[in-house]
């Protein structure tokens, strides 16, 4: 076998189109991927200037820029951070990387350029540029929506408790002239007043939750549900409830976080409880293979039906089978908002009388 076979056979062993350019920019030696990707016959090209496959309003810059190369020759690797575009035969332009290597042969100097096709690679770049502003966007948004939530809310606390006082004033000072039906009024009244309250308290607390800066560290799990129980002792004795917690794991988060994501799911787990039987709610937890832990809280309550899965993380959605239970449907909004900031993921699943299961996945150490 002579050398020419045999450089013919490495050539179009290459992945890459290969394409070799003399000292007057013709083109001598084409490879079968250099046909594919411009759509031209090898013996189309064989003796044409390279700029056929360089699109016209570049081509006499490239002109410049090859003879500037050919008086000071060197190796230019692929992803020389270069915007390049190349030609088919049909018109039609793609980007391209391409790679330039210099070779003497009998005292003419050949350039041999190796050529990809980086389409795909471009519109993943776009897809992600664009993914960060929508993305930038999306938290612009959400940071103004939360920065109002708070100066609303916060503005409303005062002007609501100003009426509870009055009423209460009300009621102390003019009690005896006030008849039933007034007092009924003034009930009304207060029990409105405070629903709103609590609205607005809860409010607050998902605006503080969005907006407060934490710092992440190890976090201890059994430390936080232990504070968590204290939290919850009133709630706990008075509803009779049975709680039990195995040993967890820790997680990568903030104790702020983790305060506030265990009380809204255990508290939730006692308040929903069936009227016939005191709450019973477990916790436990356990590490995953993929530096993950999950943690799941499991009761005994009312449950509700699965097509209403979809509605229980909106805020202010309130579940049909918990229309007599107080609250404002914003403390599961804020448990996922919490875990989601985590780079974690909350499931649930539910029926009727069947109780709840919360599964929380979270990271056991920096990032998931």
Not at 71 to 83: L, T
Not at 177 to 194: C, S
Not at 248 to 269: D, G
Not at 282 to 302: C, F, H, P, S
Request: charged residues 30%; glycine residues 4%.
């Amino acid at each position: 076998m002579n050398d020419d076979v045999v450089f013919r056979e490495l050539l179009e062993a290459i992945p890459d189109t290969i394409i070799i350019v003399n000292q007057a920019g013709k083109i001598v030696v084409v490879n079968g991927h250099t046909e594919k990707m411009f759509g031209y016959k090898k013996d189309e090209l064989i003796g044409q200037s390279i700029e056929i496959i360089i699109p016209e309003r570049f081509r006499t810059r490239h002109v410049d820029d090859r003879m500037r190369y050919q008086s000071n020759p060197y190796r230019r690797p692929m992803a020389s951070g270069r915007d390049l575009h190349a030609l088919r035969k049909d018109g039609t332009e793609f980007p391209a990387d391409i790679s330039l290597s210099p070779i003497k042969l009998n005292d003419e100097l050949f350039v041999i350029s190796s050529v990809r096709d980086i389409t795909d690679f471009k519109r993943a770049q776009q897809e992600i540029v664009e993914s960060a502003v929508d993305a930038e966007r999306a938290k612009a948004e959400s940071e103004q929506l939360e920065l109002f939530a708070y100066v609303v809310s916060h503005d409303l606390q005062e002007p609501f408790q100003n009426i509870l006082a009055l009423n209460e004033l009300l009621e102390l000072h003019c009690g005896k002239q006030i008849d039933e039906k007034g007092r009924n009024y003034l009930e009304r009244i207060n029990n409105a007043t405070l629903r709103i309250s609590r609205l607005i308290s809860d409010l607050l607390r998902f605006s503080r939750v969005t907006r407060r800066q934490v710092d992440f560290e190890i976090v201890d799990l059994n430390e936080v549900l232990n504070s968590v129980l204290k939290d919850l002792e009133s709630l706990i004795s008075k509803s009779n409830a049975d709680i039990a917690i195995s040993r967890l794991p820790e997680v990568f988060s903030s104790k702020i976080y983790m305060h506030e994501l265990f009380l809204n799911l255990v508290s939730n787990a006692i308040k929903f409880h069936k009227s016939t039987e005191p709450p019973r709610v477990t916790v436990t937890g356990e590490r995953l293979e993929n530096k993950a832990v999950q943690i799941k809280i499991q009761d005994n309550g009312i449950g509700f039906d699965q097509d209403e899965i979809e509605n229980i993380f909106k805020p202010f959605v309130r579940l049909k089978t918990g229309k007599e239970f107080e609250g404002s449907g914003i403390g599961l909004t804020i448990c996922q908002r919490i875990v989601l900031e985590n780079s974690g993921k909350i499931s649930v699943e539910s029926a009727p009388d069947k109780g709840t299961l919360f599964t929380v996945v979270l990271p056991s150490e920096p990032w998931l």
